[in-house]
């Protein structure tokens, strides 16, 4: 007789004990919050992880193992990403003061991966590293594609299980999506347990409004997608809605209820709590992986270049800090929810409950009062409001450009428009 095989992640007793391990973690990360309960670290030390995808001058996915290898010899901090074409980079943690610094890295970072590009790739067609969220290239909707690193090949093997996701009368395999989105990740340290719950809460009622200003590329596999943020919705799809707005009841008392909120989740591959939390790809998360708290925000765009990104950041600093000290009272979830969906959906024409235009003014007044409260000069936020004054996004600026330049080949369209973003990157001249 045969004996059965069980995988280790649906054996039950092996999904007791790890149940079991996370459940003390949890219960000792409980413990450690009561002590830290008068910490006063750094609040708002700011660390930032962009996912970058590589496309050449025929529209076709490059490989980015060796630019990533090549990368790796140096002193910025990259890694692998889900998506073979896919790589990230990281910055280390950077107090507020230091934004003007964060977009002279970044500049230099883009100039270094242009020249690097151009030595690892010289035997082939012009290569172009993407920030826009999507990945452009017709070819992209292959599985291979995958990384061949045991994590991601997990997930795949878990992803392989879920109903195609279908956007706009397309049918997509859950498991190619995440190897053709990217995103731009914020850490925010909180100076203890309780403000950094408060300031979770607080980044709850700007997550509509972040969504609508810096959506990322419509444009994703050669076609135009009608949605205004096609990646969170192809995203939250693509785990059977695992992920997404958080789907808490209420808002936070403190971080344990964070914890509770993570432990009550069905694990994916995860063993023990931080792979748990980590698994949590929703719009905010609370990271407890090292001696500091701090958040983590996934719904913020890519965006094709540096300022784009340090405008957002101080949409996000100057209003939490300015919302947390003045106590502002928060908006009912399910309002934020209903905002969330329909921005996704419809952007500037979303209807809710409020007008989505004036309450993103209103916060960025507020974010503007926050960063001089701060002693901070607002060096960026004129973006966002030139934005709002032209009810534009990166998203819709890709868009239309699809629709200026398309001459009925996807493949020279897609390359025009990568190299048109490419220079606007390379010279630091956002999309407004």
Known sequence: MVPSFHHPYNDSNNQYKSNSKISKQANALKQRIRTDSEKYDEQFRIGIEIEICLVDSKARVVNAQPLIEKLKETEYQVDYEYGSCQFEFKTPPTNMENILELNILFEQFIDHIDKTIQKVYKDREMVYPVFLGANPSPQILREELITNKPRYKKLAKWQSKIPDVEIDGLKIKALQIATAIQGFHLHLQGQNPSHTAVMFNHILNIIPSAILLGANSKLFAGKVFSFHEPRIYLYDQSEEQNSGFPSISKYLDGVEDYIDYIISRKPIIAKDYFELEKERHDDARI?????????????????????????????????????????RQLRPLSVLREER?????????????????????????????????????????????????????????????????FNGSLEQTVSEIIAHIWEKTKTNQPIV
């Open 287 to 327: 990271r407890l992986n090292s001696n500091f708290y701090r958040i983590e925000t996934r719904v913020m765009s890519v965006q094709p270049t540096p300022k784009s990104l340090l405008s957002m950041i101080e949409y996000f600093i100057g209003y939490l800090y300015r919302a947390i000290n003045e106590e």
């Open 341 to 405: 969906v329909a921005v996704i959906r419809s952007g500037y024409n979303a209807q809710s409950h409020f007008n989505i235009i004036d309450t993103i003014r209103s916060q960025i007044d507020f974010a503007k009062k926050g960063l001089a409260d701060l002693g901070l000069k607002e060096e960026f936020l004129n973006i966002l409001e030139k934005r709002i004054e032209n009810k534009n996004s990166p998203g819709d600026y890709v868009a239309k450009l699809w629709h200026d330049k």
